[in-house]
């Protein structure tokens, strides 16, 4: 590539180590700023492009970020996919998946003790769990991005509730499959063992139709356990 050259005010043309050397030249002030405005002054245009160069890789890193955006959105299960299936460990130190709960509606809500909401929130699912029954319906509240003492505070203040509380470690193990950035954050699974319906960042004004949701779910039948095989 030829360097770029730079019009003097003789007409002469310059390369940009000649023009370096003359702004170098003590008849001119050593700034780094009398430099760039210097070079400008004598390529215009050159400046200008150097300009729209970076104008156009500012645009490129936007467009890659915007890219990564979606493809985290993307990734996120949503309406008709098979969930992550593990959801930590019960009061009593047990693991607990998805694929154990299969055949009752499934409320898995990703809560903390410093959400406001959620903490209203959890008995309300608690009084709707002892309403429906545990052999057609299962709570899961999953203490994510909260401090340990916290959450076991919570939940022995809870013991009574008909939930089950399990506690989301540093590392996001049950978070970041199910694409977890804030809460509230609620996925609703049918008894088909897939996702129906996934809330973030709702409020109270959204509770009455995810419990009519839940209703209608739980008027689906159970899916047939498959038949075993002839000996």
């Known amino acids: ?58 645009q490129l890193a936007l467009a890659m970020l915007a890219l ?10 949503g309406p008709g996919d098979v969930p992550p299936d593990y ?12 694929s154990d709960l299969r055949g009752k509606v499934v409320i898995v809500t990703f809560w903390a003790t410093w959400c406001g909401y959620c903490m209203k929130e959890l008995p309300v699912l608690a009084a709707l769990q002892k309403m429906k029954g545990s052999n057609d319906l299962a709570v899961v509240g999953v203490s994510h991005n909260d401090d340990l003492e916290a959450f076991k505070k919570a939940r022995h203040n809870w013991r009574s509730l008909d939930v089950i509380l ?21 996925v609703i699974i049918g008894r088909d063992g897939r996702i129906d319906d996934v809330y973030v960042g709702y409020d109270e004004s959204m509770l009455d139709q995810i419990l009519a949701e839940v209703d ?11 038949a075993a095989a002839a000996p």
């Open 216 to 226: 209608e779910l739980l008027k689906q039948p159970a899916p047939q356990a498959p």
């Open 1 to 58: 590539m030829s360097p770029i050259k730079h019009v003097s005010r003789q007409g002469s043309v310059l390369n940009r180590h000649e023009v370096a050397d003359m702004l170098a030249s003590p008849e001119r002030p050593r700034t780094v700023s009398h430099r760039f405005m210097s070079a400008a002054c004598l390529d215009p245009l050159s400046w200008l492009q150097g300009g729209i160069l970076m104008k156009r890789i500012v």
């Open 166 to 186: 399990t506690y989301d470690a540093k590392d996001q193990r049950i978070a970041k499959p199910y694409g977890v950035n804030t809460i509230p954050h609620m």
């Open 87 to 98: 959801l930590g460990r019960d009061r009593h130190g047990d693991d607990l998946h998805v």
């Open 68 to 77: 990564t955006l979606v493809t985290v959105c993307q990734a996120r299960p």
